[in-house]
């Protein structure tokens, strides 16, 4: 199956609700963290983001490291540089990079510090909130910014009710709530990426159709790491014959020695999207 003939049934209702949301809360803070999936660095980003910045200084905090190809992932923080953007992998599971990640928000934050101090103001901390596409791990990051002992700031003028700043460095506060991006789909090949990797519902796509696009990929691009994992073999990137081979091997067999095509949609996706099955990089740098 083509990927340009995947469709996703989608309803925009929650990008509208979600955009005015971000804008009400970009205003409240000095620096934003979009937190991408390192699996697809591009599919993850959302363009509204940049209309919405307001010329806010943005850090990029790649995240599922080690769930990506990381010679992938090292291209995707070179791209990144290229344009100009502050990047840094994180992994929000095991805690590793997050302390690199406050330095790059500092350092991100200097420029607005250096115009305060222009107009005489000082010690005032530096506001920040994480965005970023559903599932992406952006709760997880705060519990890991804002840790067991942390204190919470004093509420601010102009905060909306309901909502903290938590310090989690010196001179540097968090909003406690992550700014939720819902995704566009205007190209099929972004709506493919974040089904693959559960960042949207399972009931607004057809799961077998984005499995056999999955499978031929993996064929495709890593061929060996298929073939090792489920030990199968090859010659061509056949989606629906590497899949009833696995099938086969695995037991995913109904009454009569038919294929159990659910099963086999079921297992694949579980075995990507826990790493089980290797760390790939959907997006290509």
Not at 135 to 160: E, F, M, Q, Y
Not at 187 to 215: H, Q, S, W
């Amino acid at each position: 199956m083509d990927v340009q003939d995947f469709k996703i049934q989608w309803f925009p209702g929650h990008m509208t609700k979600a955009r005015r949301m971000m804008e009400t809360q970009i205003k409240l803070v000095d620096v934003v963290v979009e937190m991408l999936d390192s699996r697809i660095p591009l599919s993850s980003t959302n363009p509204m983001l940049i209309e919405v910045l307001q010329n806010k200084p943005k850090v990029v905090a790649l995240n599922k490291t080690d769930m990506a190809d990381p010679a992938k992932t090292d291209l995707w923080i070179q791209k990144f540089k290229n344009n100009g953007l502050a990047v840094c992998k994180i992994d929000c599971n095991t805690g590793k990079g997050v302390k690199q990640l406050i330095t790059t928000i500092q350092e991100a934050a200097k420029p607005v510090i250096d115009k305060w101090l222009k107009k005489g103001v000082k010690n005032r901390p530096i506001r920040v909130m994480i965005v970023g596409i559903p599932n992406v791990g952006k709760s997880t990051l705060i519990n890991r910014l804002v840790g067991k002992n942390k204190v919470v700031a004093s509420d601010r003028p102009g905060v909306t009710r309901g909502q903290q700043w938590i310090t989690i460095a010196k001179g540097l506060e968090l909003l406690d709530t992550p700014g939720v991006l819902w995704p566009k789909f205007d190209d099929p090949e972004i709506g493919f990426c974040l089904a693959m990797t559960g960042a949207i519902k399972e009931d607004v796509y057809d799961r077998n159709d984005a499995v056999e696009i999955l499978v031929e990929r993996l064929a495709t691009r890593y061929p060996e790491q298929l073939k090792k994992f489920y030990g199968i073999d090859f010659d061509t990137p056949d989606p629906i014959a590497i899949m009833e081979k696995i099938g086969t091997l695995r037991g995913c067999i109904k009454a009569g020695g038919v294929l159990d095509l659910n099963k086999v949609v079921q297992l694949v996706l579980r075995d990507f999207r826990t790493a089980r099955l290797g760390r790939f990089t959907l997006d290509e740098p």
